[in-house]
């Protein structure tokens, strides 16, 4: 199949979304199917309103309806509800084309935390951009029966997986830390912002070195205000994955997100993880009962931190086995909304019809 992905997150940006996008590609085109990425590089630019590392395309309306119809997609999903989602969105619905949505990202909870704008706007808005996907993909089932009684319909499961040829132990880095930081190393990846609340990570009293890898509005902030701490800054392929394997836990101060991706790269990697019960770490450690054994979550998260480092190594990655991409990239293509007809094959057809009927 050719198949259309339109995505206001992409490279340079360094987030969940954008490394999922990358794997699923990875897994499609292993598979024989041609992807095509809609992504902000393709266009003018502006930076986002208090996230300048964030570009948004400028007026895409029109750019996005021609790489569209060049792609002749049989299949178009809408990863982000930003200015190219919305284009697409609009595009298809004029066009009257199928096509499938994600909720990667807790919009309504970013805006607020941003802005102060009332959540109720905020799901109200992303109701009305979900509400003519024919399928609403979404990670995990806590987070589809939360969407289902806030009026998104019936959401369907599209599930996570993680590389574990990449993030995998390193027996070599259980002594001494390559950055020479003192034992435990308390690890966090992610974007550096306010909706991730590593601010309450950094505020623990731990032992050892806390250890935050990413970048985000929030870095030079938090630099500042935690001195003692090791701001790595953005680390990527084998960096990443020895940062992952080189720490004693991986902790996860965030209540907001849907998912949390670095949570099973960190257990591929071998490194348990802490952090509160609450949807995203809570749905991660709840696909068996093994979970348990991978992580710790308690709503003192110092208590859950020195509970994840009791925890065996092993088991962390024994756990994390259980997210084959290979599967993931299967449940996405089940859920696409496909076209009969390529787009543009329909597209010629409407104009033929209408030169016909003048």
């Not at 395309?57 to 049989?74: H, S, T």
């Not at 959401?155 to 990449?166: A, C, N, Q």
Request: glycine letters at 6%.
């Amino acid at each position: 199949m050719r198949i259309v992905i339109v995505s206001d997150a992409a490279p340079p940006q360094v987030n969940g979304v954008v490394r999922t996008l990358q794997q699923l590609t990875q897994n499609l085109t292993s598979l024989g199917h041609e992807v095509t990425f809609i992504t902000p590089d393709l266009f003018t630019t502006v930076p986002m309103p208090s996230y300048p590392e964030i570009r948004l395309a400028l007026l895409p309306g029109r750019k996005v309806a021609r790489l569209i119809k060049e792609a002749n997609p049989n299949a178009i999903h809408i990863a982000t509800e930003g200015p190219l989602g919305m284009s697409a969105r609009r595009f298809c619905i004029r066009k009257g084309i199928p096509f499938s949505t994600s909720f990667h990202t807790r919009f309504a909870e970013y805006l607020n935390a941003r802005t102060g704008i009332p959540l109720s706007w905020g799901y109200a808005f992303l109701r009305r951009f979900h509400a003519k996907s024919t399928a609403l993909m979404v990670a995990t089932p806590s987070l589809q029966a939360e969407l289902r009684e806030r009026g998104f319909g019936e959401p369907v499961i599209w599930s996570r997986g993680v590389d574990t040829e990449l993030y995998k132990p390193r027996p070599d880095l259980a002594d001494q830390h390559p950055m020479g930081l003192a034992r435990p190393v308390w690890l966090n990846v992610g974007r550096v912002a306010v909706e991730k609340n590593i601010e309450a990570f950094l505020e623990l009293d731990l032992p050892g070195t806390k250890m935050v890898v990413g970048d985000g509005p929030r870095l030079d902030y938090l630099k500042k205000k935690f001195p003692d701490a090791h701001f790595a800054g953005p680390l990527f392929g084998e960096e990443l994955a020895e940062a992952y394997a080189a720490a004693d836990v991986f902790v996860f101060p965030s209540r907001t997100d849907t998912f949390g991706l670095v949570l099973i790269e960190a257990m591929a990697a071998g490194t348990p993880v802490a952090g509160y019960p609450v949807q995203g770490p809570g749905d991660v450690l709840a696909f068996t009962a093994d979970g348990a054994k991978a992580g710790a979550l308690d709503e003192d998260l110092k208590t859950a931190c020195m509970a994840a480092l009791r925890l065996d190594r092993k088991d962390a990655r024994a756990y994390a086995m259980i997210f084959a991409w290979d599967a993931c990239a299967r449940q996405f293509i089940s859920n696409l909304a496909l076209e009969e007809m390529p787009v543009e094959e329909e597209v010629t057809r409407e104009l033929a019809a209408a030169t016909a009927t003048a």
